[in-house]
């Protein structure tokens, strides 16, 4: 961020996903992004009021895989602001997102063996 | 702030599917960090979150709650498990001021690893709690600085008034094995006490 912007100014008044926007909800930290890659952009590029600076950040920096977390971290953007802005370039389809894994309800003890298994598996083989 | 992301983006594989997460939490200063960069295989990235919170501590002579805004940072690191699927683990404030935003940090994780100074027991009393109260599935690792007492774990156990299905474990936070062991005998946990996926 370069100087004192206030995060509502960057984001448009807004600091919760739109509200319009069920599949807004499900964004996480650990929610993976990906821009939608340029060419297939078109217009969206070009027209300067769409898209803000931090947008334009935001798929530029998102060439490749990186979650919601490492956009805010190396935007220097408050993950709260970066959900938002995320969830925007979402709605215009100028980003892709996997959503979390595991869904983003919490109940204890009922997560799934097989993917604990596949943690496990993983963790062992990096060990 | 930015200066401590400056480095360059490490891109997760394109073949990666999701992500699941896996809080460190604990209370200021009992080695969070230090945890999550021994176990990542990026330099741990910081982010931050702004919380409201009612400003419960502010004496109030209009009978309008003010709200106060305060700046959490939030380090974190990933680990790619395998080429589908990536784990990420975020440092979390354990001080009862930061409960706000758990909620959010909270949803959909694995669960918690909950970070012990042994010689400073009292200070885990409020996260431990928090973890109990919000049904996250936690074990607790003792973080062993070199003057750490070595007390025996049902003693630790007492002390800190677990339940006996949470594991108590121990690690250097610095050592990389260490830290890896901790986090698969953890998942290992959570794998013992998961239940089957219905069949579909």
């Known amino acids: 961020m370069n100087g004192p912007v206030r995060p509502y100014v960057i984001t448009g008044g807004r600091s919760r996903p739109s509200p319009n926007v069920q599949a807004l909800e499900e964004l996480a930290l650990e929610s993976l992004v990906s821009a939608v890659p340029e060419a297939e952009l078109g217009e969206l590029l070009d027209d300067e009021a769409t898209l803000n600076r931090e947008q334009r950040r935001i798929l530029k920096l998102c060439r490749e895989l990186l979650s919601v977390a490492e956009v805010a971290a190396h935007l220097g953007l408050p993950l709260g602001v970066v959900k938002v802005l995320v969830g925007d370039l979402w709605d215009l389809g100028a980003v892709q997102v996997l959503p979390p894994v595991v869904p983003p309800v919490r109940q204890a003890n009922l997560l799934p063996a097989t993917l604990l298994e596949e943690v496990l598996v993983g963790l062992r083989q990096l060990r | 702030m930015a200066s401590a992301n400056s480095a360059e983006p490490v891109y997760l594989p394109s073949t990666v599917q999701g992500a699941v997460k896996i809080l460190?939490?604990?209370?200021?200063?009992?080695?969070?960090?230090?945890?999550?960069?021994?176990?990542?295989?990026?330099?741990?990235?910081?982010?931050?979150?702004?919380?409201?919170?009612?400003?419960?501590?502010?004496?109030?002579l209009t009978g309008r709650p003010e709200k106060t805004t305060t700046t959490v940072a939030l380090d974190f690191g990933r680990i790619t498990l395998n080429p589908r699927l990536a784990l990420y683990l975020f440092g979390t404030p354990g001080q009862q001021r930061f409960w706000p935003l758990w909620e959010d940090l909270s949803r959909g994780a694995l669960g918690a690893i909950a970070l012990v100074d042994a010689r400073r027991i009292e200070e885990s009393f409020d996260v431990l709690g928090q973890l109990e109260e919000q049904q996250i599935p936690f074990a607790v690792a003792v973080n062993t600085f070199p003057d750490t007492p070595d007390y025996p774990e049902d003693e630790l156990r007492a002390s800190l008034d677990l339940l006996p299905e949470v594991p108590i474990l121990a690690c250097d936070a610095r050592d990389r094995q260490g830290a890896?062991?901790?986090?698969?005998?953890?998942?290992?946990?959570?794998?013992?006490?998961?239940?089957?996926e219905p069949q579909p």
């Open chain 2, 180 to 196: 890896y062991d901790v986090l698969i005998d953890f998942v290992d946990h959570l794998h013992a006490t998961a239940v089957l």
């Open chain 2, 24 to 60: 460190v939490t604990g209370p200021f200063g009992v080695g969070k960090t230090t945890l999550v960069g021994s176990l990542s295989e990026i330099s741990p990235l910081r982010t931050e979150e702004t919380m409201t919170a009612a400003g419960a501590d502010v004496d109030d």
